[in-house]
């Protein structure tokens, strides 16, 4: 059972555009979600992230977005610059939940077109 | 000056081995953790140690044995590889949520396991 989905392995988009990568979570208990970032070879590095407090968290061309009702999480990137060019992991955790670590999506392939 | 640094990076054996990937961290973190990613690329939590205390062993078979011989450091063992062991393992370090702490994790570049 999947807690949090990323339905999109992949998403293509032109440089200088807005890139938009979803995310979708089922446990009501996440309050806490991320954004990760991977290059090929390496491990993924934090992006950005959100709490359930907020709806909108936003850092330089980067912005999260947060639905709570519908359970839903989008990350913005604008404009999109051939460097983005990564695997896109959302994650999801509960605040205050100890050492449980993050749960993961599958992943979102984002490929910046010159 | 690696913040989480993980050896081998790469690991090619045979069905049966006992083989083991070792991690460190230089972050001053209390937690430390072992994640796979499998062919299908989710990232699955295996275990997580705080304070040389397992936390968490998400169903994880026998077979893999973390071992922290310090705050450190957590290192995984695996005994009798099997085909299906074969996948990328990340380790990495946070402190605990709570507070004004939300568990961000800080990753290492992976160890690529193959199974043959």
């Known amino acids: 059972d999947q807690q949090v989905k990323q339905n999109s392995p992949s998403l293509s988009v032109q440089e200088g555009r807005i890139s938009i990568l979803n995310c979708d979570y089922t446990?009501?208990?996440?309050?806490?979600f991320l954004w990760y970032k991977k290059y090929p070879a390496e491990g993924p590095t934090f992006l950005i992230s959100i709490s359930s407090i907020k709806d909108k968290n936003e850092d330089g061309r980067f912005t999260v977005f947060l639905n709570k009702s519908a359970k839903h999480l989008s990350l913005h990137i604008v404009p999109s610059q051939p460097g983005d060019s990564a695997v896109y992991f959302c994650?999801?955790?509960?605040?205050?939940?100890?050492?449980?670590?993050?749960?993961f999506g599958k992943g979102t392939h984002l490929i910046i077109q010159p | 000056d690696t913040a989480v640094s993980q050896t081998p990076k790469y690991l090619v054996t045979q069905m049966g081995n006992d083989k083991s990937i070792k991690c460190e961290q230089n972050l001053g973190h209390d937690t430390m953790y072992w994640y796979k990613q499998d062919s299908k690329k989710f990232l699955k939590i295996m275990f997580s140690?705080?304070?040389?205390?397992?936390?968490i062993n998400e169903t994880v078979p026998n077979r893999f044995s973390p071992k922290s011989p310090d705050k450190a450091h957590l290192n995984l063992h695996i005994n009798s590889l099997e085909l299906g062991d074969s996948a990328v393992y990340f380790c990495a370090s946070s402190r605990p949520s709570g507070g004004a702490d939300t568990g961000e994790l800080f990753f290492g570049e992976g160890s690529r396991l193959t199974v043959l």
């Open positions: 446990n009501s208990m996440f309050d806490y």
């Open positions: 140690y705080n304070n040389k205390e397992l936390i």
């Open positions: 994650a999801a955790s509960v605040v205050g939940g100890g050492a449980d670590g993050l749960t």
